[in-house]
């Protein structure tokens, strides 16, 4: 496996995380409420909290099954996007981004998930890619299927909100034979 690598669609360049990029991170996604009303989590929330996911990131390049990469259009950082938890045995593994509100709606998010899932599958020849979402994430769940995902299921207030009430959350993968170019 090759891990993270630089990537190339229409319009992103997807690259590696570097410490510079901690400030960005910290104020565009740990500082936005809307950044996090369907996440749920935030380790952007402090500028302690964003270095050390920089921190992490940048040390998970060393290991098998770490992807994590910035999203950048043009000469701008517009979000993250990466995937974790890679299980060889079932050569599994979960992915995940988040794009900056100012750029939400302009199909990024869908752009660069398609690319990291073609890369994943058709690359590094992982088997399957599975992702989440709050269940009331439309926008989220329409990039997950635009990406070749689809819907597998639906885990009942598995999430906490921000304000501590219960949400459900919806489960798409996708597998490499269903894979299509």
Known sequence: MNGTVQLHTKRL????????????LHRELGCNPEMIRYTCWNPYATSESTRAKVESDIQGYQKEGCY????????NIIGTIGAYGYDSEMSSIELGYSVFQKYWGQGFAAEAVGEVVRYLIMDEKINRVHA????????SAKVLVHAGMKKEGLLRQAMRNPDGSYADQKLFGIVREDYVI
Do not use: S
């Open 13 to 24: 360049l997807l690259r590696k995380v570097t410490p510079e990029d901690a400030a960005i």
């Open 68 to 75: 994590a990469c910035i999203i950048q259009f043009g000469e």
């Open 132 to 139: 989440w979402c709050h269940a009331d994430n439309t926008a």
